[in-house]
């Protein structure tokens, strides 16, 4: 087993951090120092959790300039776009603001001699393994809510992104949050198969693939410990022939290649009513073309590499899948260093395409999409849902009722209408089929976070 964990940056290939993996006297320590800290942090006031968290909060704000260098070089994110920050705050304040309703307790109607209610209570113990893609937002959909809900947080992040966790520790330790509440751990795979099936953690939370979710379930079978499981997406995206073309084009462009098309909820695949096919696929891939590849530390830089080579190869291997069987390349754009075994990748459109062909079935999670022409709603939807996957889906248009109508018979966790890529931290975050399981933010965040206990009172 590696003694230690190295980050490759994929700007340069160069080794830009190393940390030792923790060891079973760190494991144990930190865990025992969890389960000693949670008597007196159960005592204290939703509210006055809350302003831990908004200390936290203004900590990480504080150190930002620092942490979108970081995430340029840990993976690949221009630094133009100011790493999380926008996101990371608009989450933690809306969790704070909803913890104190949703984790009060609930009470039955009246009944004559008796005093009934449910109370929720914190699950011990949750252990967040976190990934490098969105590795703060990612993060915080739980490690807050968690803390809000009176719990202990144990963090685990991905590999590429080690020096995530370390922030996210030293925020909290200005935010002066009670010790032992948070631990940040470097664990091998190995390690933390072995943590996770020992029974002494309550709650995973896992977001990454869908091989890496079964591992995670094999590993906790016979624990009774609950799980929250983000897993694979092709995101998908209909746009109806009535809908606003410009904005449409503008947001889905965005949606497919923002971060190098490394979001969990980045648009794969798009469906066009045959109507607008032209105009839409036109208009995209001039857009598409903008796009500025390179050096994610230069300013004018609007497309990073990918996180890893490998990751850029996949993406190169569905392009090649596709194109022999029949798909159509429209932008072609020439960069430096876009070649098989470099990050460097540049955006590439596809028509002509089917559901036979990878890129149209398997998930991408790099800066390609395929762009499929549809007869109507009916065909929209069935390929739409002609995937193992159901993440987020968005509909394009100027009716509002019929993208309702649209978004019931779609298999997803999330309808959009007119947007795409987003999380709104008042509604809850989740997903169908292999995507996987469970739900994050909003209220109902806190329920994986908490467990019920009724109270039966009788008067005599």
């Not at 340069?12 to 865990?31: C, N, Q, T």
């Not at 976190?130 to 809510?145: F, M």
């Not at 719990?151 to 200005?174: C, D, M, P, S």
């Not at 799980?227 to 092709?234: R, T």
């Amino acid at each position: 087993m590696s003694e230690s964990v190295k980050i490759i940056s994929p700007i340069d290939g160069s080794v830009y951090a190393e940390r030792p993996i923790a060891s079973d006297a760190e494991i144990g320590a930190a865990l025992s120092a969890a389960r000693a800290a949670l008597p007196e942090w159960r005592k204290v006031p939703v509210a006055e959790r809350g302003r831990y968290m908004l200390s936290f909060l203004d900590a990480l704000l504080a150190m930002n300039d620092d942490i979108a260098l970081e995430l340029a070089w840990q993976m690949g994110r221009p630094v133009r776009y100011g790493g999380e920050k926008g996101g990371v705050e608009e989450r933690i304040r809306a969790m704070v603001v909803l913890a104190e309703e949703a984790l009060k307790p609930y009470s039955p109607p009246a009944k004559d001699g008796f005093r009934r209610y449910i109370a929720r209570e914190p699950v011990g113990i949750v252990m967040v393994i976190a990934p490098w893609n969105y590795p703060y937002l990612t993060a915080i959909n739980t490690i807050v809510p968690g803390l809000l809900a009176g719990n202990a947080i144990i963090l685990k992040h991905a590999a590429q992104t080690l020096l995530v966790g370390e922030r996210i520790a030293e925020a909290f330790r200005r935010a002066r949050l009670p010790k032992g509440l948070f631990a940040n751990l470097v664990l091998s795979h190995e390690q933390t198969e072995r943590l996770i099936g020992s029974g002494k953690i309550d709650h995973i939370n896992f977001t990454g693939s869908v091989a890496g979710g079964r591992a995670i379930e094999r590993a906790t079978a016979g624990t009774f410990a609950s799980l929250g499981l983000e897993l694979g997406g092709k995101d998908p995206a209909y746009v109806r022939a009535d809908a606003k073309l410009d904005h449409a084009i503008e947001n889905l462009v965005d949606g497919a290649f923002y971060n190098s098309g490394q979001c969990c909820c980045g648009v794969e695949r798009i469906y066009v009513d045959a109507a607008v096919f032209d105009d839409f696929v036109e208009g995209y891939a001039d857009l598409t073309r903008k796009y500025v590849v390179g050096n994610p530390l230069d300013a004018s830089t609007t497309l990073g590499p990918m996180a890893r080579a490998s990751f850029a190869d996949t993406v190169r291997g569905q392009i090649a899948e596709a194109r022999r069987k029949g798909a159509t390349a429209l932008i072609n754009m020439k960069v430096d260093g876009d070649r098989a075994g470099s990050p460097y990748l540049a955006p590439e459109v596809l028509t002509n395409v089917n559901h036979q062909m990878e890129v149209m079935r398997e998930e991408s999670f790099g800066p390609v999409v395929g762009i499929m022409k549809v007869r109507d709603d009916e065909e929209a939807i069935t390929l739409m849902n002609d995937s193992p996957y159901g993440l987020t889906a968005s509909i394009w248009t100027r009716d509002t009722d019929r993208a309702a109508e649209i978004g019931a018979r779609v298999e997803t966790g999330t309808v959009y209408m007119n947007r795409c890529d987003y999380l709104d931290p008042q509604l809850t975050w989740t997903g169908v089929k292999d995507t996987g399981r469970g739900a994050a933010l909003s209220r109902y965040g806190f329920d994986a976070l908490t467990q019920p206990k009724s109270f039966h009172l009788r008067d005599v």
